[in-house]
């Protein structure tokens, strides 16, 4: 005789499964993203003078010119939780998609000269440096979309604004390249209001000490360091949610982005936690490459 199962409980074990795939991706540590495979870059560029502004190119087959995509690691903004290894095997099957991609490196909280605002200036350098780049490897700098993951959300956010700060301001740079497009990867566009949950999420306050002080103490910074609060700035924003980016966060983003005049795309992908979105090889990652190549204007 076959019985047939109750939909509640099918229903249960679906929630069970899925629960278990959860677990399992917010299981996935850095040092596992850290030991994905990827490929030799094809070279290894400084941006400027210290050991820490280096960042890694990395061509896909052809003549080009190739769309470049700079890709901005993660790590609490801290020193000691990531390096670009943590983004190499995104970098590298970015690549395979028909994107050159420049893999930084950059000074943290806690490296020499690290935070407010070297680390600031070492993200615009490194974008702005896709110009020298051009120069010897087919790149199209029209074409420059700027990902990152978790802290180098935010800054990968700040990259494509910060051509909006004055040209007093200490961090904008001289001439700042336009970008066509960022991508958030589970993490914040509004820096000031990640402050209390940030010890929560790394363990100890970090967005403080990376700033050099506390939203109401050095103002003007976050005003200067902060996606949302230079909102609007002209290129289209994509928004991948998991866990340290809400999806309520994101809407909220999303939300003033567009009462300014900006458009932003979301992406809810909690299911792949905060490291199986940068995870090449898992069942995370095919939405979230869909999603950049999007940005990128590559469809396929």
């Known amino acids: 005789m076959r019985y047939a199962l109750p939909t509640v409980v099918f229903a249960s074990l679906a929630s069970l499964l899925i629960d278990a795939s959860r677990a399992k991706a917010q299981r ?24 820490l502004q280096v960042g890694e190119l990395r061509l896909p087959k052809g003549q080009g010119p190739f769309p470049l995509v700079v890709v901005i690691h993660g790590g609490c903004w801290t020193r000691g939780f990531a390096t670009r290894r ?16 420049w893999n930084v490196e950059y000074r943290q909280a806690g490296d020499p000269g690290g935070g407010w605002p070297n680390s600031y200036r070492d993200i615009a350098s490194a974008v702005d440096h896709a ?50 497009a960022a991508v958030a990867i589970d993490g914040p566009g509004d820096l000031a209001g990640l402050v209390g949950r940030d010890a929560e999420i790394c363990g100890r306050p970090v967005i403080a000490p990376f700033m050099g002080g506390t939203p109401s103490e050095v103002s003007a910074r976050y005003a200067e360091g902060s996606p949302l609060a ?51 090889g898992t069942r995370f990652w095919p939405p979230v490459a869909a999603f950049i190549r999007q940005a990128v204007g590559l469809h396929r």
């Not at 943590?86 to 991609?101: P, R």
């Not at 199209?140 to 990968?156: E, K, M, P, Q, R």
């Not at 999806?247 to 979301?266: C, F, N, P, W």
Request: charged share 20%; net charge neutral; proline share 6%.
């Open 28 to 51: 996935l540590r850095p040092r596992d993203v850290d030991t994905l495979p990827s490929r030799t870059p094809d070279a290894v560029v400084s941006y400027g003078t210290d050991s």
């Open 86 to 101: 943590n983004t190499a095997a995104v970098a590298s099957a970015l690549v395979d998609d028909g994107m050159a991609t």
């Open 131 to 180: 110009r020298t780049l051009a120069t010897r490897y087919p790149i199209d700098t029209s074409h420059v979309v700027v990902i990152g993951h978790s802290a180098g959300a935010h800054l990968a956010l700040w990259a494509a604004a910060r051509h909006t700060l004055p040209t007093s301001s200490v961090v904008r740079g001289g001439n700042p390249l336009r970008v066509r």
């Open 230 to 280: 230079r909102l609007p700035f002209g290129a289209a924003q994509y928004l991948v949610s998991a866990t340290v980016l809400t999806a309520d966060e994101a809407k909220a983003y999303q939300a003033a982005a567009q009462r300014a005049g900006d458009r932003v795309t979301l992406l809810d992908a909690p299911e792949g936690g905060h490291f199986g979105v940068i995870a090449p």
